[in-house]
């Protein structure tokens, strides 16, 4: 089957290394353009990158000459890890030159005809794409993923919500260091501290999920109250989630919802589909960053402690690998979907 050509917008940042990096061995994709800010561009990538992953930098990609961002694009599909305020001006463009644009950046997440999808969730919200063509005048399109702590909190949040209904949510998040970007925090600033604040963080993650848990047509009806804290661990956001819920249930009952949870069909017949897509630990000091943020190679989201609570329902821990998860690879995840839905084309 042959490959698609995919062009990454902010190639030399913490989400577009590890898009490279992911999309090295992928059976539908491959890395055709680098793209990122004119400071990096007529640059070879191996110049331009300060490369932080583990695995090497395969010499194909590093001798790659790094693109402006800016259409026209050789691709067949543009992969988008741009920063909000580029993004807001940069991916309209490639959508209006005919490319589909798969985004993690927030800028357009919360717009009414851009779908914001976890395929295993809301694979259906990407026929916002339909009315999101016609009212724009565009060939392409633009699909978002979410912020990397609504993803992870977003897929018990959805297994609550179908079993039980959602009321409330409170959620106090320990984020890593790689989630700021690169090149993060200094290490004066997060050495032996917790910074109890993340900006516009708090915002997406009280309003994103009732987008996702939602219709189409309508947001879900739960509030969620969010903390974020940046914490000194390199990769993987926990949180500690507290929930209220329609119709009353125990930490057991719940236990069996999470670990029953599975995608439809479609969804985890795709490559990057973990299985499972949760995983519940029963011990009582699990999940943790450093050793179960790998699990599902970093797609599966972790959850455990899960309790009955004295003031809500029901609480847990939940744990996701930001950039993987939580940016590359949920954006991956969602082309996926896109090409296995036909809105991208294989022509
Ligand atoms: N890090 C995470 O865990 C995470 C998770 C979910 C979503 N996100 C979102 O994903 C996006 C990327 O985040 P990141 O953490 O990868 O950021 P980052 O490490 O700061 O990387 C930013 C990238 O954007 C490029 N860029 C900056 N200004 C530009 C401009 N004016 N024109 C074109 N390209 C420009 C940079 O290129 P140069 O190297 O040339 O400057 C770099 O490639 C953000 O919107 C972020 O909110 C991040």
């Known amino acids: ?93 490639f959508a209006a030159f005919g490319l589909p644009v798969i985004s993690n950046a927030s800028a357009f997440r919360m717009h009414e005809h851009v779908p914001l999808v976890i395929p295993e969730i809301n694979p259906d919200h990407t026929h916002m794409i339909l009315e999101q063509q016609e009212r724009k005048r565009w060939k392409g399109f633009i699909v978002t993923n979410p912020n990397c702590a609504s993803i992870g909190v977003c897929l018990p949040l959805a297994v609550a919500q179908r079993a039980y209904g959602l009321r409330t949510v409170q959620v106090t998040t320990m984020q890593a260091r790689s989630g700021a970007g690169f090149p993060g925090p200094s290490a004066a600033v997060i050495d ?30 739960f509030s969620v109250s969010a903390q974020c804290n940046r914490v000194n661990v390199s990769d993987g956001h926990l949180e500690c989630v507290s929930i209220g819920l329609r119709s009353k249930a125990t930490a057991i009952d719940f236990i069996s919802e999470l670990q029953n949870f599975r995608p439809n069909q479609m969804v985890s017949s795709l490559p990057s589909s973990p299985s499972p897509a949760i995983q519940v630990f029963l011990e009582e000091d699990r999940p943790q960053p450093k050793l179960d943020r790998h699990v599902g190679r970093g797609m599966t989201v972790t ?16 744990l996701s690998h930001n950039t993987i998860r939580g940016a590359a690879g949920a954006a991956i995840l969602n082309a996926e979907l896109l090409l296995a839905q036909g809105f991208i084309k294989r022509d």
């Open 1 to 93: 089957m042959k490959k698609l050509r995919v062009g990454i917008l902010g190639a030399t940042g913490a989400v577009g290394q590890r898009m490279i990096e992911l999309l090295s061995d992928h059976p539908w994709f491959y890395v055709g353009e680098v793209c990122a800010s004119d400071r990096s561009a007529g640059k070879s990538y191996l110049e331009a990158v300060n490369w932080r992953m583990t695995t090497p930098l395969a010499p194909e990609i590093a001798q790659k000459v790094v693109q402006s961002c800016r259409p026209p694009l050789a691709v067949d599909v543009v992969f988008s890890a741009l920063p909000k305020e580029e993004a807001m001006r940069i991916e309209p463009e």
């Open 192 to 221: 032996d501290n917790v910074l109890p604040w993340i900006g516009g963080e708090e915002d997406k993650l009280e309003t994103e999920p009732q987008k996702i848990l939602g219709s189409i047509e309508q947001a879900a009806d």
């Open 303 to 318: 959850v455990g402690r899960v309790r009955d609570c004295p003031v809500l329902d029901l609480k847990f821990v939940v």
